[in-house]
């Protein structure tokens, strides 16, 4: 799917234990590595992002006017 200019997204979680509820609930942060651990694969998102039929007339006429513009 990435090969072919689809996003892929790996889905992973596992729920939280007690102290880690906790601490969610003071709004204290967790280390990545605390985070990542034991987790469980879900799945994957894959979806494409793909220009409209119109835009590449759009970015002309910004670049005509001498509108800078950025895809983000």
Same mark, same amino acid.
């Given at each position: 799917?990435?090969? $072919?200019?689809?996003?892929?997204?790996?889905?992973?979680?596992?729920? %939280? !234990?007690? #102290?880690?509820? !906790? %601490?969610?609930?003071?709004?204290? #942060?967790? &280390? +990545?590595? /605390? *985070?990542?651990? #034991?987790? &469980?694969?879900?799945?994957?998102?894959?979806?494409? $992002?793909?220009?409209?039929?119109? &835009? &590449? !007339?759009? %970015? /002309?006429? %910004? +670049?005509?006017?001498? *509108? /800078?513009?950025? /895809? *983000?």
């Amino acid at each position: 799917m990435a090969k $072919n200019g689809s996003y892929v997204l790996a889905i992973a979680g596992r729920p %939280l !234990e007690e #102290d880690e509820k !906790e %601490l969610l609930e003071r709004g204290q #942060d967790f &280390t +990545r590595e /605390r *985070i990542e651990r #034991d987790l &469980t694969f879900y799945g994957f998102i894959s979806f494409r $992002n793909e220009l409209k039929p119109d &835009t &590449t !007339e759009a %970015l /002309r006429k %910004l +670049r005509e006017g001498a *509108i /800078r513009s950025v /895809r *983000i």
